[in-house]
């Protein structure tokens, strides 16, 4: 299954350049699997933060840039699971305007208790919306 998180590139996320300055994408990327675990998983980012006090870091993320994003285009963040592991979750990534890929790459990330600083396995209630 493939998430898609449609964005648009705002003036904030531009450089002087008139394109998307790289570590803007990082930011609008952590949205889409903000996104992601609210609609597919079902738990919120605040849900998980601050109730249940978990939180789900990078931990490896790898990018090819394809071709620039400008001001106003809308991008589909397309996400799809390629594997989970007891607490990890690495999602491949391919951000598209109009059918060109401007983005591709992998991110891993993994399920961490906020409070001991440390990963822990997939809740229950997650790990099978998660893709497990």
């Excluded at 589909?76 to 699971?81: G, I, K, S, T, Y």
């Excluded at 990890?88 to 409070?115: F, H, W």
Aim: net charge neutral; with cysteine.
């Amino acid at each position: 299954m493939t998430f898609v998180s449609r964005q648009q590139v705002r003036f904030a996320h531009v450089d002087a350049a008139g394109i998307v300055f790289y570590p803007r994408y990082f930011e609008m990327l952590n949205a889409a699997v903000e996104d992601y675990f609210a609609q597919v998983v079902g738990v919120g980012f605040a849900e998980m933060h601050a109730q249940r006090r978990l939180g789900v870091p990078t931990v490896r993320l790898e990018t090819d840039f394809a071709a620039p994003s400008r001001l106003g285009d809308r991008l589909d963040f397309r996400l799809e699971v390629v594997a989970i592991g007891r607490s990890s979750l690495k999602l491949s990534i391919e951000v598209r305007c109009t059918g060109e890929v401007r983005l591709r790459g992998n991110v891993t990330l993994v399920c961490m208790d906020l409070d001991e600083g440390r990963s822990l396995p997939w809740p229950d209630d997650m790990r099978p919306a998660a893709g497990g």
